[in-house]
């Protein structure tokens, strides 16, 4: 069973960074494709980024240019590099262990995640969350 825990999450003020770590447990990395969403109030879910098991990125548009995901395999631990933060990157940002549907790829992930699309897979696991709040 997959078990993601999420850590680094925080108060900054806008222009300022922090890094977001997942440790992960419970899975063979190869299975999924590993990513980030994140849920503020009163709004959407949105699917920030994605790494799949080859090193292939995806970022949501509000993101990129911003924020970089990556993983460390021998360590079991996802991260999300946060640079440039806003206001309105403020939410709740959860790590999410992703089972891609045959033939879809780590660009649909962000949709997956983010609850609008259910035909590219599904999210098997997420952590309890960070918070991260930027300040204007």
């Known amino acids: 069973q997959v078990q993601l825990v999420e850590s680094g999450g925080g108060s900054v003020q806008a222009g300022g960074s922090l890094r977001l770590s997942c440790a992960a447990s419970?899975?063979?990395?190869?299975?999924?494709?590993m990513g980030w969403f994140r849920q503020a109030p009163g709004k959407e879910r949105e699917g920030v980024a994605a790494i799949d098991s080859d090193g292939t990125t995806s970022y949501a548009d509000s993101v990129k240019g911003r924020f970089t995901i990556s993983q460390d395999n021998a360590k079991n631990t996802l991260y999300l590099e946060m640079n440039t933060l806003k206001p309105e990157d403020t939410a709740m940002y959860f790590c999410a262990a992703v089972v891609l549907a045959y033939r879809a790829t780590v660009i649909q992930a962000l949709g997956v995640m983010g609850q609008a699309d259910s035909q590219a897979g599904v999210v098997d696991a997420w952590g309890q969350g960070t918070l991260v709040t930027v300040s204007s």
């Open positions: 419970g899975y063979t990395y190869s299975s999924y494709c």
